[in-house]
């Protein structure tokens, strides 16, 4: 168990740690964005934005994840689109990842009574306006606790992108099987911290999800 | 408006539906509606269940489409969806059976939200106007509740105050109190009621012939999407025409 102390391993495991962190991050907030996007297109007046929202969802959510890394990492290039490892991972975990958020959102909003967009809508809101002030803060309580579960699984599936030469923490486990160390005790650091990461997101959920439920039955 | 010939003196149309069809697939609810609302009129639209009563009202807002016809809100024909039509809708105030108070705000939030992100009205000077309708129609105790701790009636009244907040030209009423308690009803009518007097100008739907009697210029009885028939309030209940009509009448009559 002491390897993770021997040889600047440390370093080498806590870069990779914060790798998977900065990746799980930047993939959150994008997969948040696209998410919250392809919602609003897919309950939109305008029938293109209801297609294109619904081809995006079923392409990325239907294709394996590794295989949607295969096709950012060798597909761009061939369309002269030249990136670090690590954007082409954000790129593909958030396009995956956003679709999913899509869903939830879109499930969510579809708790929310149609009266309540009718009323928005006669005051003279926008179709954004009424989105955002009116339909989504309500569906944000029964989205939150299946929304926790996908951002949850997005540090999981980052680790995908230790196969595609981002030094993240799958990719350490990699590096140091090649030096030598005896596999049990990598795994077991590894594990450890995807298991750290995780349960901070859900930990955060939770926090999250309380201040919500107390709001709405406070006053 | 310049030359002013005697024909003139009557106001002005705010409402005008010219020819106005509508289908929800093979079902024409809308056929070949014409009518003019004046300025400050009070217009009961009556009729039985399905007749397109609700249907009629919301194109005004165009909350529904039309297939063919004309709409036209103080002159100007309603634009299509986007912003030009979200500004217009501002302009016409709308009620509905079932509140549709926005559930997550409070009841003086309900009041401030379209004056503030609609209108872009001072958050101040909002929520003043915001507490002197609550005021106004009775419910200034409760500003800071949530909707679902009110009752019916006084959620109605605080959706009405939410309309009148966006200080609209029309005010659209769909069966404001078949969802109430009877005893809650009267509070809403007696509001409507003084609205009416100051001059709104109003289309309600609704079976509250006290209410058609006492505040209404004018009963038009719909059934099967055509507008059947059109009087004033007194002459329709006690001498309806069509046989229509005296069905529907006798049967909510001895209801
Ligand atoms: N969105 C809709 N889609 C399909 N049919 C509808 C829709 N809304 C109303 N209808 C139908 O149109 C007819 C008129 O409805 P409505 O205007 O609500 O009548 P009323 O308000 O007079 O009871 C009814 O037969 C109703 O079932
Ligand atoms: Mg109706």
């Given at each position: 168990m002491g390897i993770l102390f021997e040889h600047g391993n440390f370093t080498l495991f806590r870069d990779g740690f914060l790798r998977t962190l900065e990746l799980s991050a930047v993939s959150?907030?994008?997969?948040?964005?696209?998410g919250?996007?392809?919602?609003?297109?897919?309950?939109?007046?305008?029938?293109?934005?209801?297609?294109?929202?619904?081809?995006?969802?079923n392409i990325f959510r239907n294709t394996p994840l590794t295989l949607l890394f295969i096709a950012v990492n060798f597909g761009l290039p061939q369309l002269d689109v030249h990136l670090s490892p690590f954007v082409f991972a954000a790129i593909a975990l958030s396009a995956y990842t956003g679709s999913f958020v899509c869903e939830v959102l879109r499930s969510g909003i579809n708790t929310v009574s149609l009266g309540q967009a009718e009323a928005a809508r006669s005051l003279g809101m926008t179709f954004g306006q009424t989105?955002?002030?009116?339909?989504l803060p309500q569906a944000a309580r029964s989205v939150l606790s299946p929304l926790s579960s996908v951002f949850i699984a997005l540090p999981r599936n980052s680790a995908i992108a230790g196969a595609f030469s981002v030094p993240e923490l799958y990719n350490v486990q990699q590096t140091l099987s090649d030096r030598g160390y005896a596999i049990f005790a990598i795994f077991f650091w590894v594990a450890l911290a995807y298991l750290v990461i995780s349960a901070a997101v859900g930990l955060l959920f939770r926090v999250i999800e309380n201040r919500v439920n107390r709001l709405a039955v406070a006053r | 408006m310049t030359e002013t010939t005697p024909s003139d003196s009557r106001p002005s149309p705010l409402v005008v539906?010219?020819?106005?069809?509508?289908h929800f697939g093979a079902l024409h609810v809308l056929q070949d509606?014409?009518?003019?609302?004046v300025q400050g009129e009070v217009v009961v639209l009556i009729g039985p269940s399905g007749s397109g009563k609700s249907t009629l009202c919301r194109t005004i807002n165009r909350l529904e489409t039309v297939d063919s016809g004309t709409i036209t809100?103080?002159?100007?024909?309603?634009?299509?969806?986007?912003?030009e039509l979200a500004k217009l809708r501002a302009e016409v105030g709308m009620v509905f059976q079932s509140f549709n108070l926005f559930a997550h705000k409070t009841v003086l939030e309900n009041v401030v939200l379209g004056q503030v992100k609609v209108r872009k009205i001072p958050r101040t000077q909002a929520e003043e106007t915001a507490r002197a309708l609550l005021e106004r129609?009775?419910?200034?105790?409760?500003?800071?509740?949530?909707?679902?701790?009110?009752?019916?009636?006084?959620?109605?009244?605080v959706a009405i105050a939410?309309?009148?907040?966006?200080?609209?030209?029309?005010?659209?009423?769909?069966?404001?109190?078949?969802?109430l308690d009877p005893e809650m009803i009267n509070e809403v009518l007696e509001v409507m009621r003084s609205l009416a007097a100051e001059g709104m100008t109003m289309v309600v739907v609704t079976h509250e012939m006290g209410f058609a009697r006492s505040a209404a210029n004018r009963v038009l009885f719909m059934a099967d999407g055509r507008i059947v028939e059109e009087n004033t309030p007194e002459a329709f209940f006690t001498a309806p025409r069509s046989d229509r009509a005296k069905d529907f009448l006798s049967k909510i009559l001895h209801h």
């Amino acid at each position: 168990m002491g390897i993770l102390f021997e040889h600047g391993n440390f370093t080498l495991f806590r870069d990779g740690f914060l790798r998977t962190l900065e990746l799980s991050a930047v993939s959150a907030v994008l997969a948040l964005l696209l998410g919250i996007l392809l919602a609003a297109f897919r309950v939109s007046p305008v029938p293109a934005l209801r297609v294109f929202g619904t081809v995006w969802v079923n392409i990325f959510r239907n294709t394996p994840l590794t295989l949607l890394f295969i096709a950012v990492n060798f597909g761009l290039p061939q369309l002269d689109v030249h990136l670090s490892p690590f954007v082409f991972a954000a790129i593909a975990l958030s396009a995956y990842t956003g679709s999913f958020v899509c869903e939830v959102l879109r499930s969510g909003i579809n708790t929310v009574s149609l009266g309540q967009a009718e009323a928005a809508r006669s005051l003279g809101m926008t179709f954004g306006q009424t989105l955002t002030l009116v339909v989504l803060p309500q569906a944000a309580r029964s989205v939150l606790s299946p929304l926790s579960s996908v951002f949850i699984a997005l540090p999981r599936n980052s680790a995908i992108a230790g196969a595609f030469s981002v030094p993240e923490l799958y990719n350490v486990q990699q590096t140091l099987s090649d030096r030598g160390y005896a596999i049990f005790a990598i795994f077991f650091w590894v594990a450890l911290a995807y298991l750290v990461i995780s349960a901070a997101v859900g930990l955060l959920f939770r926090v999250i999800e309380n201040r919500v439920n107390r709001l709405a039955v406070a006053r | 408006m310049t030359e002013t010939t005697p024909s003139d003196s009557r106001p002005s149309p705010l409402v005008v539906l010219s020819g106005v069809n509508k289908h929800f697939g093979a079902l024409h609810v809308l056929q070949d509606i014409n009518l003019e609302i004046v300025q400050g009129e009070v217009v009961v639209l009556i009729g039985p269940s399905g007749s397109g009563k609700s249907t009629l009202c919301r194109t005004i807002n165009r909350l529904e489409t039309v297939d063919s016809g004309t709409i036209t809100l103080d002159g100007h024909p309603l634009p299509a969806e986007g912003k030009e039509l979200a500004k217009l809708r501002a302009e016409v105030g709308m009620v509905f059976q079932s509140f549709n108070l926005f559930a997550h705000k409070t009841v003086l939030e309900n009041v401030v939200l379209g004056q503030v992100k609609v209108r872009k009205i001072p958050r101040t000077q909002a929520e003043e106007t915001a507490r002197a309708l609550l005021e106004r129609v009775g419910v200034a105790a409760q500003a800071d509740k949530l909707p679902a701790q009110l009752s019916g009636g006084q959620q109605q009244r605080v959706a009405i105050a939410r309309a009148l907040a966006m200080n609209p030209k029309v005010m659209l009423f769909d069966e404001p109190t078949s969802a109430l308690d009877p005893e809650m009803i009267n509070e809403v009518l007696e509001v409507m009621r003084s609205l009416a007097a100051e001059g709104m100008t109003m289309v309600v739907v609704t079976h509250e012939m006290g209410f058609a009697r006492s505040a209404a210029n004018r009963v038009l009885f719909m059934a099967d999407g055509r507008i059947v028939e059109e009087n004033t309030p007194e002459a329709f209940f006690t001498a309806p025409r069509s046989d229509r009509a005296k069905d529907f009448l006798s049967k909510i009559l001895h209801h």
